[in-house]
């Protein structure tokens, strides 16, 4: 018998979050490709307006975002009304689970979606139904398969991280169209603007419409502010306004408040890193495959790389890596034993991978 305090039921079997790691021993600067971060940073406007910021941060941050709401109104074309805006896109998804899910309610992703859906659906005490992803793609037949009369959400990622697949503007189209309307359908669209491919497209025309989609965005890829965590979801008024009702008043700070609005009006640094990963991406996928491993075909600012071979696993060319000072991302989190994720870098970083790759292949 034990009076110690007892968190909710299945609090304690959610397996913490493990990041991207960030340091090597006896490595003083590693290359950091972990976390599909910029490789460019953050740009010049977004770090002026950060410094900037410094005078004001003893105030509270403006709990409604106005100047940046109108920024992203503009920039998308989104009415203003209709956004809601998180600390990082991550807590826009733990908005909507904590708003929709009751206990015993559940959540339908795919195999390998984005852990961040899951965790704060588990801490509501719902169901998490992943939906087999065989060709590490989200399949729409699949999903719909899953959903039942307890599914409160759908989560697609397009594209999707960590295996670097989409779903064509068609798919995300019939997926909606054949799921019942009392169910949340969420694309996350984090990594939308490294998308190439035609039949790609946003959500936002098809959410603009419909009572159940909620589209979400980051400025942690493209705009390189990962670490002051803006994100936001494009709604259905009714479900903007109940997110409201939940979010805490100060959830987004003045810093970075004022550094998303800031890169907002980037242009060159978001076309600089869009043309990096744009540039990279293929050749890092060319080159890898020259190897002899596999490499998924990726829309976003990394690719995932296979390691099939029973001695040149991935653990190996992951120490192998390491002994360079190259830092990637293990993905067995997501069951995918046999994955590397590797971030988009620099010129110089994406060469040292490649010779390390290429020297790992040869051992
Ligand atoms: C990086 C990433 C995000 C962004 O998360 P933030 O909390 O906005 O930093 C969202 N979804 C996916 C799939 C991602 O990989």
Do not use: C, M
């Given at each position: 018998m034990t009076d110690a305090p007892a968190p909710k039921p299945g609090i304690l079997d959610i397996a913490p979050y493990v990041g991207g790691k960030s340091s090597i021993v006896g490595i003083a600067e590693p290359m950091k490709l972990s976390s599909n971060e910029n490789a460019l940073g953050a740009g010049s406007r977004a770090r002026e307006a950060f410094e900037a910021a410094v005078k004001n941060i003893h105030i509270y941050p403006d709990g409604r975002a106005t100047k940046l709401r109108a920024a992203v109104s503009e920039h998308h074309g989104l009415e203003p009304e209709r956004l809601i805006f998180g600390n990082g896109s991550d807590e826009v998804f733990a908005l909507l689970n904590q708003a929709y899910l009751t206990a015993g309610d559940n959540i339908v992703t795919g195999q390998y979606g984005f852990l961040a859906y899951r965790i704060s659906a588990l801490g509501c005490e719902a169901q998490v139904k992943l939906a087999p992803e065989p060709g590490y793609k989200a399949e729409v037949d699949a999903l719909l398969e899953q959903v039942d009369e307890r599914t409160k959400i759908v989560y697609v990622s397009?594209?999707?991280?960590?295996?670097?697949?989409?779903?064509?503007?068609?798919?995300?189209?019939?997926?909606?169209?054949?799921?019942?309307?009392?169910?949340?359908?969420?694309?996350?669209?984090?990594?939308?603007?490294?998308?190439?491919?035609?039949?790609?497209?946003?959500?936002?025309?098809?959410?603009?419409?419909?009572?159940?989609?909620?589209?979400?965005?980051?400025?942690?890829?493209?705009?390189?502010?990962?670490?002051?965590?803006?994100?936001?979801?494009?709604?259905?008024?009714?479900?903007?306004?109940?997110?409201?009702?939940?979010?805490?008043?100060?959830?987004?700070?003045?810093?970075?408040?004022?550094?998303?609005?800031?890169?907002?009006?980037?242009?060159?640094?978001?076309?600089?890193?869009?043309?990096?990963?744009?540039?990279?991406?293929?050749?890092?996928?060319?080159?890898?495959?020259?190897?002899?491993?596999?490499?998924?075909?990726?829309?976003?600012?990394?690719?995932?790389?296979?390691?099939?071979?029973?001695?040149?696993?991935?653990?190996?060319?992951?120490?192998?890596?390491?002994?360079?000072?190259?830092?990637?991302?293990?993905?067995?989190?997501?069951?995918?034993?046999?994955?590397?994720?590797?971030?988009?870098?620099?010129?110089?970083?994406?060469?040292?991978?490649l010779d390390a790759l290429s020297e790992f292949a040869a051992t």
């Open positions: 397009n594209p999707s991280n960590p295996t670097g697949s989409y779903n064509s503007g068609e798919e995300i189209r019939r997926l909606h169209e054949a799921l019942p309307a009392h169910v949340l359908l969420v694309v996350d669209e984090a990594y939308a603007e490294f998308v190439t491919e035609a039949d790609w497209e946003t959500a936002f025309p098809l959410a603009r419409d419909a009572s159940n989609i909620v589209v979400t965005r980051t400025f942690s890829k493209i705009h390189g502010l990962g670490g002051l965590r803006i994100g936001f979801g494009y709604a259905p008024l009714a479900v903007a306004e109940a997110v409201d009702r939940i979010r805490l008043p100060f959830n987004v700070s003045v810093p970075g408040l004022d550094a998303a609005t800031a890169a907002l009006g980037d242009e060159a640094h978001q076309k600089a890193s869009r043309d990096l990963v744009q540039t990279w991406r293929p050749r890092l996928t060319q080159a890898i495959r020259g190897f002899g491993f596999e490499v998924l075909p990726s829309a976003g600012n990394f690719v995932l790389v296979l390691f099939r071979d029973e001695k040149r696993n991935a653990a190996a060319a992951s120490d192998y890596l390491n002994s360079k000072g190259i830092i990637v991302r293990p993905v067995g989190g997501y069951g995918i034993h046999d994955g590397l994720r590797i971030t988009v870098g620099t010129e110089d970083q994406n060469r040292a991978v």
